[in-house]
């Protein structure tokens, strides 16, 4: 469980790295599907289709990067449950929420262009890589703990 966390770990800094040249170099023009959608899913749908297709390979990359480590937050939930241990699940429910709450709020960002939108993406961002780490750690010590037991 602990390396599938680290990589998820270094696929959370790539994605802020490529969310970083994303926010300083893409423009993301006022008029395009998805914006300004009175119904936020289907324009949050037709606004994430629209930059997949359409936009910079930062844009597209930092997208597929997003639901990459989307499902691989779900595997670890799934897998934390199947080994029983309520403070993985807690840790790993938060990264999943993390991580989900700073997808939701990319599309915010991409379709209504509020700023909060982006600061929020950050907070998810902290949010699950500070949950992995202290999975990364926990796990670390309680190896270290089964050692010096045997």
Known sequence: MRSLIMVQLVILGIQLLVGI???????????????????YFVGLWEGIGWATAHTTWSLQLHIVVGFILWILSLVLIIWAIRLGRRKFILLMTLSWVGITGAGFNGGSFLNYGHNFSSFLMTIGFTLASASYAIACISENSRQTNLADEE
């Open 21 to 39: 040249i994303v926010n300083l170099w893409v423009a993301i023009p006022n008029s395009h599907p998805g914006v300004q959608a009175s119904n």
